[in-house]
C-alpha cells in the first residue's frame, strides 16, 4: 500500500486476530478512517464522540476505527470496550498490531483521520481533535460529498 494514488488493500485485524481488509470489507464505500489508540486522550475524549457524530451525521459514509497499537502489548476486545460507556461498538473497530497501516498512511500521531474516496483515493488526511483539525474535516466531508452527489 502507498500513501499516494488509489488504495487497492487496508490489512488490519478484527477481535478474534482474523485478518481484514477494510477494501474488501467496505467495497465501493467512502470510508473515514479514524487511527486512534485507547491510552491518547484527545483520542478517547474528542475523537472517538466525533466519530460517532460523523457516523450518525454522515450515513454515506462508513466511519471504521483502528486501533493502532505501538506496545508489545495484546489489545482485546474488552480493552477496546472500556473506553465506551454502551455495550456495543458505536461504529467498526480493527486492530492494527505493530501500527503497520498507521505507518503506511503515515500518519503524524493519534488521532489520525484518513477520508478515502469510494475509489480507495486519500481525499484528505488530517491529524488532531481539536477544533481547528474538526473544522478542516468536516470541510473535507462536506467537499467530498458535494462532490460525489
Same mark, same amino acid.
Given at each position: 500500500m +502507498?500513501?499516494?494514488? $488509489?488504495i487497492t488493500t487496508i490489512n488490519v485485524s478484527d477481535f478474534d486476530k482474523s485478518p481484514v481488509d477494510l477494501i474488501k470489507r #467496505?467495497?465501493? +464505500? =467512502? *470510508?473515514?478512517?479514524l487511527f486512534y489508540n485507547n491510552a491518547?486522550?484527545?483520542?478517547? /475524549?474528542?475523537? !472517538?464522540?466525533l466519530a460517532y457524530k460523523f457516523q450518525q451525521t #454522515?450515513?454515506?459514509? &462508513? $466511519? !471504521? /476505527? !483502528?486501533?493502532?497499537n505501538f506496545s508489545t502489548n495484546n489489545v482485546t476486545e474488552k480493552d477496546i470496550m472500556s473506553i465506551f460507556s454502551v455495550k456495543e461498538l458505536p461504529f467498526p473497530i480493527y *486492530?492494527?498490531?505493530?501500527? +503497520? $497501516?498507521y505507518d503506511s498512511f503515515q500518519a503524524?500521531? =493519534?488521532? &489520525?483521520w484518513v477520508l478515502l474516496t469510494s475509489k480507495g483515493e486519500i481525499y484528505r488526511? !488530517?491529524?488532531?481533535? &481539536?477544533?481547528?483539525? &474538526?473544522?478542516?474535516? #468536516?470541510y473535507a466531508i462536506e467537499n467530498l460529498l458535494e462532490d460525489i452527489l
Amino acid at each position: 500500500m +502507498k500513501n499516494t494514488g $488509489v488504495i487497492t488493500t487496508i490489512n488490519v485485524s478484527d477481535f478474534d486476530k482474523s485478518p481484514v481488509d477494510l477494501i474488501k470489507r #467496505y467495497p465501493d +464505500k =467512502t *470510508l473515514l478512517l479514524l487511527f486512534y489508540n485507547n491510552a491518547c486522550l484527545g483520542c478517547t /475524549g474528542r475523537a !472517538i464522540p466525533l466519530a460517532y457524530k460523523f457516523q450518525q451525521t #454522515y450515513p454515506e459514509i &462508513q $466511519v !471504521i /476505527g !483502528i486501533h493502532s497499537n505501538f506496545s508489545t502489548n495484546n489489545v482485546t476486545e474488552k480493552d477496546i470496550m472500556s473506553i465506551f460507556s454502551v455495550k456495543e461498538l458505536p461504529f467498526p473497530i480493527y *486492530l492494527d498490531n505493530n501500527h +503497520k $497501516v498507521y505507518d503506511s498512511f503515515q500518519a503524524e500521531g =493519534t488521532p &489520525q483521520w484518513v477520508l478515502l474516496t469510494s475509489k480507495g483515493e486519500i481525499y484528505r488526511s !488530517i491529524f488532531g481533535s &481539536q477544533e481547528n483539525a &474538526q473544522n478542516r474535516l #468536516y470541510y473535507a466531508i462536506e467537499n467530498l460529498l458535494e462532490d460525489i452527489l
